[in-house]
């Protein structure tokens, strides 16, 4: 399996401007998580679906930030407008356990900056 | 604030040497997990322990449990320079909804 699959793994965009970040889970994944890791809050967990559904979106920071998952194999995080507070590198992770807490497989993370 | 964290932040040794890592949490745990993050990529998954475990082992890894003490520590031993990353621990809490929660993670650079 070729792995948690994100694009574009680079993003420089200006403020204001709409980022759709991507992620193909690992096939027969049925939990999907978003996270972003910034220097001074850390690694931290924007939503997370299961079988398609969002099931926790309390960590979204804003209304700017929307996340959908139309299949089982493609997932989308929206920021619209963006700011530059936004800059942070952005993970998609999926995992098949029950209840989402077994072992998570990461991508290899969207670096997105916001001028 | 967070539920987990590492002690210390930084870590620098010797290749050869042994790496102990610490991690603190605050609430009632399912299980723990560690991962290793390497420069500009994902994290990727160590070793998990239950919180009905106290030790576990992966190769030259060893992964230690203190309910009690609401305390984990990771030893790699015989370190190489490919072991220098970044190392988190993650819990999961039925009080966090059973999220994983990441602490802020211990640097760790091996020199050779």
């Known amino acids: 399996d070729a792995g948690v699959i994100q694009s574009p793994r680079h993003e420089v965009t200006e403020m204001g401007q709409e980022v759709t970040l991507r992620c193909k889970p690992i096939s027969g994944h049925d939990y999907l998580f978003w996270y972003r890791q910034t220097m001074m809050r850390g690694l931290e967990l924007l939503i997370y679906f299961n079988n398609n559904v969002p099931i926790d979106d309390s960590g979204m920071p804003e209304d700017r930030f929307s996340a959908k998952m139309p299949n089982a194999s493609f997932s989308t995080l929206k920021i619209q407008p963006s700011e530059p507070r936004d800059s942070a590198v952005y993970f998609c992770?999926?995992?098949?356990?029950?209840?989402?807490?077994?072992?998570?497989?990461f991508g290899p993370g969207t670096r997105l900056t916001v001028l | 604030s967070q539920q987990g964290e590492e002690d210390p932040q930084a870590l620098s040794i010797q290749e050869g040497e042994n790496a102990t890592m610490n991690c603190s949490y605050k609430t009632s745990i399912n299980n723990l997990q560690w991962y290793r993050q390497n420069s500009g990529r994902g994290l990727v998954h160590l070793i998990l322990?239950?919180?009905?475990?106290r030790e576990k082992h992966s190769g030259r890894l060893r992964v230690t449990l203190d309910t009690s003490k609401k305390s984990s520590s990771l030893l790699i031993t015989a370190s190489r320079a490919a072991d220098t990353a970044s190392y988190f621990c993650a819990t999961d809490a039925k009080e966090y909804g059973n999220k994983l929660v990441f602490g802020a993670g211990t640097i760790l650079r091996v020199k050779s």
């Open positions: 992770a999926s995992t098949k356990t029950t209840g989402g807490y077994g072992e998570q497989f």
């Open positions: 322990i239950r919180s009905n475990e």
